[in-house]
């Protein structure tokens, strides 16, 4: 059975963050061939093209976790209606300097989670944006736009009761959609 290295990526710092802890009850559902590993982004320095000939050993290391994965997850806080800078710096990072692009070619899926109603809605239609960009084919349907509300997570971390069938709807397409673009 071929097995699937996922990439994560969660677009938030905070220690407590929702994101965070979204991304580690999600990867629970998938099955067995697939596994989920977080790439750090919070020690990247800001990005100044003029490193690119000699970038710091965080972005390296950045580059050969998304290189050495064979698909993406993105949980993405929400940060004045788009993507934190955190997130966009790391993007930056990995897919520069021009024709260096990690990202290229890698399945995606693209969820978060915040206290609003609207949940992370613009923050992930920015981030498809920028990865359409960056020719990273991303999965459409169904979108996750998740309100942060007591009951999403059960006392153990994993997604609750009342949530359950949803994300794993979301999770059994976000893995087809793998099975089908990974190379």
């Keep these: 059975m071929k097995q699937f290295r996922i990439a994560v990526v969660v677009g938030s710092l905070r220690k407590e963050s929702f994101n965070r802890k979204l991304a580690n009850a999600i990867a629970k559902m998938a099955p067995p061939d697939f596994?989920?590993?977080?790439?750090?982004?919070?020690?990247?320095?800001?990005?100044?093209?003029?490193?690119?000939?000699?970038p710091a050993d965080s972005v390296k290391r950045l580059k050969r976790e998304i290189t050495g994965s064979q698909a993406l997850l993105f949980v993405t806080a929400e940060y004045n209606r788009s993507i934190p800078g955190v997130l966009k710096n790391a993007i930056d990072h990995a897919s520069r300097p021009y024709?260096?692009?990690?990202?290229?070619?890698?399945?995606?899926?693209?969820?978060?989670?915040?206290?609003?109603?609207?949940?992370?809605?613009?923050?992930?239609?920015?981030?498809?944006?920028?990865?359409?960009?960056?020719?990273?084919?991303?999965?459409?349907?169904?979108?996750?736009?998740?309100?942060?509300?007591?009951?999403?997570?059960?006392?153990?971390?994993?997604?609750?009761?009342?949530?359950?069938?949803?994300?794993?709807?979301?999770?059994?397409?976000?893995?087809?959609?793998?099975?089908?673009?990974?190379?």
């Design 35 to 54: 596994s989920f590993q977080q790439v750090q982004i919070g020690d990247l320095p800001l990005y100044n093209q003029d490193d690119d000939g000699s």
């Design 99 to 183: 024709g260096q692009n990690a990202w290229a070619g890698k399945p995606a899926g693209v969820i978060g989670i915040s206290i609003g109603a609207a949940g992370t809605s613009m923050a992930q239609q920015h981030l498809r944006n920028v990865l359409a960009y960056l020719d990273v084919p991303t999965l459409g349907q169904p979108e996750i736009f998740l309100q942060a509300k007591d009951g999403l997570f059960d006392a153990a971390g994993d997604i609750g009761e009342a949530s359950k069938i949803f994300l794993q709807n979301w999770m059994d397409r976000y893995i087809a959609w793998v099975k089908k673009h990974a190379a």
